[in-house]
Nanobody, 126 residues
Framework: QVQLVESGGGLVQAGESLRLSCAPSERIFHALAWFRQAPGKEREFVAAITWSAGTTYYSDSVKGRFFISRDDAKYTAYLQMDSLKPEDTAVYYC?????????????????????WGQGTQVTVSS
């Protein structure tokens, strides 16, 4: 069974940085993404990257502060989060998809991703 192994969450103060990692157990995905869900809110898109071309996509709320990247040798995706704010506090989920054409029409939506990680907590104190 394919798994997405996440790591890197934690507790930081506002203005600090964290880096999340997502390592799929199989090399089969066209794209990987990060979503987040804060208490009492719906899960929302954060960032995505295509594996072969490295094309990136960001939500407006994190653009310029968060950076998604991938390491092909390690088959691992990263989310570098800088200038963190208390409103970034959430459980962050790695998601991945194998379907290029379907994914392109659903980049920013949950349904665009077949596989999900367990989530990692990010807490930003003020």
């Amino acid at each position: 069974q394919v798994q997405l192994v996440e790591s890197g969450g934690g507790l930081v103060q506002a203005g600090e940085s964290l880096r999340l990692s997502c390592a799929p157990s199989e090399r089969i995905f066209h794209a990987l993404a990060w979503f987040r869900q804060a208490p009492g809110k719906e899960r929302e898109f954060v960032a995505a990257i295509t594996w072969s071309a490295g094309t990136t996509y960001y939500s407006d709320s994190v653009k310029g502060r968060f950076f998604i990247s991938r390491d092909d040798a390690k088959y691992t995706a990263y989310l570098q989060m800088d200038s963190l704010k208390p409103e970034d506090t959430a459980v962050y989920y790695c998601a991945a998809d194998r379907r290029p054409y379907y994914w392109m029409t659903n980049i920013y939506r949950d349904i665009g991703y077949e596989y999900w990680g367990q989530g990692t907590q990010v807490t930003v104190s003020s």
